[in-house]
T-cell receptor
Framework: SQELEQSPQSLIVQEGKNLTINCTSS?????LYWYKQKYGEGLIFLMM?????EEKSHEKITAKLDEKKQQSSLHITASQPSHAGIYLCGADKGAAGNKLTFGGGTRVLVKP | DADVTQTPRNRITKTGKRIMLECSQTKGHDRMYWYRQDPGLGLRLIYYSFDVKDINKGEISDGYSVSRQAQAKFSLSLESAIPNQTALYFC??????????????FGPGTRLTVL
């Protein structure tokens, strides 16, 4: 079974509305990465979280890592068509780092 | 120019054929990775290399082999392609830098179809 579970698997949101994606692990996360993938293209790095309770923002996207470092959320405020794509969370497998395990991805569609 | 390039971008082949996917990077990174992406399964690690002399199996290496020809080049081979190897393949690079936590930089992907 996958070590990282993302929810929802897909969502459709009206332009201007907010959305939240969750990424849950059964093990402590040493580093949690969020990537965005446009359909049929490569992955674009969004943010990385390390510390329990950490929160980072970039433009209208905010990512948080819970205190126990087992769950992260990605929140998009006032969604735009440019936010459409597949969002993936990835996690370091251990302190030695850099071998990422990915969640199954969340497909986001923004309706104008 | 892109920092991580993959060739070909699309490939259709037949069962039993040998296929090589190539990856080149200009980022000067020592670490390179090959992943495959299947719908709903995210990305799964096939092989990774932390330097030219270091090759390691990932979680789904069966049916695949790799070659690290130089720091900048990492190729993935399917010795005898089978239909369930139809997927989107990504190459990625990273640099240890400070500590162990560094983003990976991905190529644009190769869409492989095995008939």
């Amino acid at each position: 079974s996958q070590e990282l579970e993302q929810s929802p698997q897909s969502l459709i949101v009206q332009e201007g509305k907010n959305l939240t994606i969750n990424c849950t692990s059964s093990k402590t996360l040493y580093g949690l990465y969020w990537y965005k993938q446009k359909y049929g293209e490569g992955l674009i790095f969004l943010m990385m979280l390390q510390k329990g309770g950490e929160e980072k923002s970039h433009e209208k996207i905010t990512a948080k890592l819970d205190e126990k470092k087992q769950q992260s959320s990605l929140h998009i405020t006032a969604s735009q068509p440019s936010h459409a794509g597949i969002y993936l969370c990835g996690a370091d497998k251990g302190a030695a780092g850099n071998k990422l395990t990915f969640g199954g991805g969340t497909r986001v569609l923004v309706k104008p | 120019d892109a920092d991580v390039t993959q060739t070909p971008r699309n490939r259709i082949t037949k069962t039993g054929k040998r296929i090589m996917l190539e990856c080149s990077q200009t980022k000067g990174h020592d670490r390179m990775y090959w992943y495959r992406q299947d719908p709903g399964l995210g990305l799964r690690l096939i092989y990774y290399s932390f330097d030219v002399k270091d090759i390691n199996k990932g979680e789904i290496s069966d049916g695949y082999s790799v070659s690290r020809q130089a720091q900048a080049k990492f190729s993935l081979s399917l010795e005898s392609a089978i239909p369930n190897q139809t997927a989107l393949y990504f190459c990625a690079t990273s640099d240890p830098g400070q500590g162990s936590y560094n983003e990976q930089f991905f190529g644009p992907g190769t869409r492989l179809t095995v008939l």
